[in-house]
Structures are given as C-alpha cells and as structure tokens.
T-cell receptor
C-alpha cells in the first residue's frame, strides 16, 4: 500500500540555518504530494504541494520538488526563523483514493534564536 | 476562505460516558469530511471518511460502533466517542473538502483534545 516516511526529529537549528527535512514515499501510480505544518496547539495547515513529477511547490520560503526517480519530496528552506518552529508532515494523496491523505510521522523543528 | 472549525477544542469526560465532537465548514459546502486521530508526537491516522448524506467509511481497525460519525448536512459532521475509556484519550482532527475548495484540497480543523479520566 501507499506510505510516507519522514526523517525523525526533533530537528534543532539556529536561526538563519539551512533546513532540509527528508521525505520519501511508496505509491502506485502518480500521487500528489504535500507538506503540512502544525504549529503548537493548532490544526494542520497546507504549506505546499506538487501534483506531478518535477513540480516544485513553494510557499513562505519553503520549497519541495517532486522527484519520481527517487520517490522523494524533501522540504527545504534557506534560512529558518524562530517562527518556523512547528511539526512538519509530509503526505501523499493517491490517485483515485477518494481524496484520502496518508501522512508521514511528522518531524518536529525547533529553531533557536 | 475554506475555514473549518471544531467544537469543543478540548473536553474531559469520565470513563463510560459518551462525548460528541462537531466539525463545521464555515464558508464552503463540505461534501466530504475526514476524521483523524493523532497521538502525542505521532502522525495523523485516518479513522473514517464521510460523505454528506451517506454512511461513513471506516478505516481498517476502527470500531464503527465506538466512533459514530454523522454527516447530516453539507456544513456539519459529528464524531461521537461512545463509552469512552482512557485509551480513547487523543487529539481528534477533522478535515473537509468540497466543490468550492481550491484544487479539491482538504482543510483542517484546529482539533479537539479528548481526555478520558
């Protein structure tokens, strides 16, 4: 079945450091890929998405490229801020799966000033 | 736009009682709503998918008689945890999507923290 694997956290960085959170997936066909962010005490918010191979999703300085050859969708940001501290979830939506999202286990990011 | 609310945001109940959680789409018609469960520092696990006016489709391993889901209107779905026990304590999150949402995406509520004592 479809699945998503993320790098384990927590990840602790200093402000302005470069961020990479790895995400790989297993899926049949051509899934859509997503990154969601969950700030403390809040629900999930869509951060970015990509719906086909080689698409790059971007938002708020974050980027991720849909790599079909490596089945990856790694999240990157060139310079993190304290306000980026949150839990980040990689997710996929399989083709013809009724819109169901399958989430990775989440990666907690803590950015120190 | 595409705001989803949940009520209550947190609830404490005694073991053996039932508790109802509401999920509302505030500015769009939610033809489909999803209910997730999230354990501390873990991922979201899909419990069930509900389409307006239809019975919910439960994921494998989820007890449909324990977690009753009703999606009676295009803006409201409810999850009732019946005869709750401490192991049901968790963070319950709903999401919704509909024809008015961008790219048919799911929009998430803020979650409800249930504690069963």
């Amino acid at each position: 079945g479809n699945s998503v694997t993320q790098m384990e956290g927590p990840v602790t960085l200093s402000e302005e450091a470069f961020l990479t959170i790895n995400c790989t997936y297993t899926a049949t066909g051509y899934p859509s890929l997503f990154w969601y962010v969950q700030y403390p005490g809040e629900g999930l918010q869509l951060l970015l998405k990509a719906t086909k191979a080689d698409d790059k999703g971007s938002n708020k300085g974050f980027e991720a490229t849909y790599r079909k050859e490596t089945t990856s969708f790694h999240l990157e940001k060139g310079s993190v801020q304290v306000s980026d501290s949150a839990v980040y979830f990689c997710a996929l939506r399989g083709y013809n799966q009724g819109g169901k999202l399958i989430f990775g286990q989440g990666t907690e990011l803590s950015v120190k000033p | 736009g595409a705001v989803v609310s949940q009520h209550p945001s947190w609830v404490i109940c005694k073991s053996g009682t039932s508790v109802k959680i509401e999920c509302r789409s505030l500015d769009f018609q939610a033809t489909t709503m999803f209910w997730y469960r999230q354990f501390p520092k873990q991922s979201l696990m899909l419990m069930a998918t509900s389409n307006e006016g239809s019975k919910a489709t439960y994921e494998q391993g989820v007890e449909k008689d324990k977690f009753l889901i009703n999606h009676a209107s295009l803006t409201l779905s409810t999850l009732t945890v019946t005869s709750a026990h401490p192991e049901d304590s968790s963070f319950y999150i709903c999401s919704a999507r509909g024809p008015g949402t961008s790219g048919n995406e799911q929009y998430f509520g803020p979650g409800t923290r249930l504690t069963v004592t």
